[in-house]
Each structure stands twice: as structure tokens, then as C-alpha cells.
């Protein structure tokens, strides 16, 4: 299965800006979506973001849209998303993930079978 590997979390005021970036190692053809996803404490696991490699469609929690973007760089076989104008909100560790998702099950974690270590990103007031 495909190795998953997170960085860019960090600590950033409100109102400023982070990327997270995902490389992929073991991808194939088959592995087609990748998926952001957020877990703070005492909550559960929750959709950020995700991107398909075949054809880019993208896919955003109501909470993100329109303040955080994910792409893909199908050279590098990485997965970047970033993150502006950030909320106290959005502090969480971040998981990046990936498997082979039918279509319009991007936003279910129950979908993906790799994850990547997680990786901290919090927002201070």
C-alpha cells in the first residue's frame, strides 16, 4: 500500500497562513483520491480537504471552502494543501490519506486505507 508522509505543521496567528504537504510513496494508477483530514482534541476525525490524481476534482469541508486549496504535483507524487486565513478553530493534528475511493465517498474517512503520521497545526487568537 501507499506510504504517506506529512509536513508543514506549525504554529501560526489568526488570520495567517500554512502549507501541509503529503508525499506518496507506492502509488499506483488505482490509488486515485487523497484526503485531508483534521482530529482535534476530544472530537472526532473530520473531512478537510481532498483531490483526485486522474482528472484533479477537488472536494472541501463547508468549514475550509473558499480559505484552504489541496492540490497535487503528479511529478513529486505529492499532495499539498494550503491553508489561508486561519482560524483558532482550525488548530487540530492533520492526517493525510489515500486508497482507491469510489466516487462520492471523498469526504468518509472509512474510505481510505493509508494514513500518514499526522502532523500539528495550531492557531493562536
Known amino acids: 500500500q501507499v506510504q504517506l508522509v506529512e509536513s508543514g505543521g506549525g504554529l501560526v496567528q489568526a488570520g495567517g497562513s500554512l502549507r501541509l504537504s503529503c508525499a506518496a510513496s507506492?502509488?499506483?494508477?488505482?490509488?486515485?483520491?487523497m484526503g485531508w483530514f483534521r482530529q482535534a482534541p476530544g472530537k472526532e476525525r473530520e473531512f478537510v480537504a481532498a483531490?483526485?490524481?486522474?482528472?484533479?476534482?477537488?472536494y472541501y469541508a463547508d468549514s475550509v471552502k473558499g480559505r484552504f486549496t489541496i492540490s497535487r504535483d503528479n511529478a513529486k507524487d505529492t499532495v499539498t494543501l494550503q491553508m489561508n486565513s486561519l482560524k483558532p478553530e482550525d488548530t487540530a493534528v492533520y492526517y493525510c490519506?489515500?486508497?482507491?475511493?469510489?466516487?462520492?465517498?471523498?469526504?468518509?474517512?472509512?474510505?481510505?486505507?493509508?494514513w500518514g503520521q499526522g502532523t500539528q497545526v495550531t492557531v493562536s487568537s
Open positions: 490519506a489515500a486508497d482507491s475511493v469510489p466516487y462520492t465517498l471523498e469526504h468518509d474517512p472509512r474510505a481510505y486505507g493509508s
Open positions: 507506492g502509488r499506483t494508477a488505482s490509488t486515485d483520491a
Open positions: 483531490i483526485r490524481w486522474s482528472g484533479g476534482s477537488t
